[in-house]
């Protein structure tokens, strides 16, 4: 089976227990056991390095005597800087994926995951009030939420075989594209499709200074952005560096941001909170060296524009607002 058809099973199968759940609501809950596999994989992963590491002479970490590298075995892999120093997110057991899933056909089931979740930002600063923990008022049937983790355990990251984070991305986005052709024309306000997050990032080639979004949904112009400066590096002969900022309208579609970012080892600073880029500018003083961005300038954005007389960008020219009733009509 190749990559997009086991993407595409993965999909088929969680779209399948949907049930009345609208698909905007279903997102959520998918992408975040999506991440939840994901940090759990990782997390395990980075454990067994650790402890290979004390075994390998060429290791800075390793014990030639056999019984005190067994005996010291568990201190180092509860030593949370080996994950720090390698972005690797600290998993609490309870909170780890191949331990909730032993627990999918309880009774309390939803309520164990909006927990473990809730200790994952406890442990993870940088994921404080980002994850999803409202699995126990999501209206699936009886055992749809254990079947589910059962669909998404198939998935597995493990850094050794392949780049997981880039394996994580190509599913997130994938998901993502399959949520915004069952929402349709609202999936414009979390999605813009990967071919138009290419094209602008390649028309502009931001390489080094600020990159801004003001309208920027689940990340995607941020991430490749990233993967644009990464992979000419070497190229040009110098180290870019590239400092992130972005304002999103919806609460729940800034937190997939931020665990997109976050899953990709980035910083972002998108404001204190959500809301309108145009009524409630969150970064007033910023001086961007790239705006990326596939904002819904329809009649209703414009004419808010317009009336709270907001100048975003200096020279930037907005059609007027009976050109555009005309063009939309």
Known sequence: MTNEE???????????????????????????????KFVS???????????????????????????????????FIQDRTFYETDNVFWIPIEARFSTLLEKATAADFAQQLDKAMQKIEVENVQLSGVLYREFSRL????????????????????????GSRDIFGEVYEYFLG???????????????????????VEILAPFKGKIYDPACGSGGMFVQSVKFKDAHQKQLGRKGDLAIYGQELMAETRKLCLMNLAVHGLDGDLG???????????????RADYILANPPLLL???SVAISTACAIWIGYYLFQVSNSQHQNR
């Not at 059962?150 to 392949?162: E, T, W, Y």
């Not at 809301?275 to 007033?284: A, C, I, L, V, W």
């Open 178 to 200: 399959q949520f915004a052709m069952n929402e349709g024309q609202r999936a414009g306000e979390f999605y813009t499709p990967k071919s138009v997050v290419n094209l602008l």
């Open 272 to 286: 204190e909170s959500y809301g309108s880029t145009f009524t409630n500018d969150q970064h007033k003083t910023l």
């Open 41 to 75: 994989d990782m997390f395990e992963a980075q454990a067994e390095i650790i402890k290979n590491r004390l075994a390998e002479p060429q290791s800075d970490l390793y014990i030639a005597d056999e019984d005190i590298r067994n005996e010291s075995v568990s201190d």
């Open 139 to 162: 209206a699936l049937e009886p055992g749809k939420l254990g079947e589910l983790m059962n669909i998404v355990a198939k998935l597995k990251f493990n850094p050794k075989d392949h």
């Open 6 to 36: 086991f993407k595409k099973t993965l999909w088929d199968a969680a779209n399948s227990l949907r049930g009345s759940v609208s698909a905007a609501a279903y997102k959520y809950p998918v992408l975040g056991l999506v991440f939840l």
């Open 300 to 302: 209703t954005i414009i």
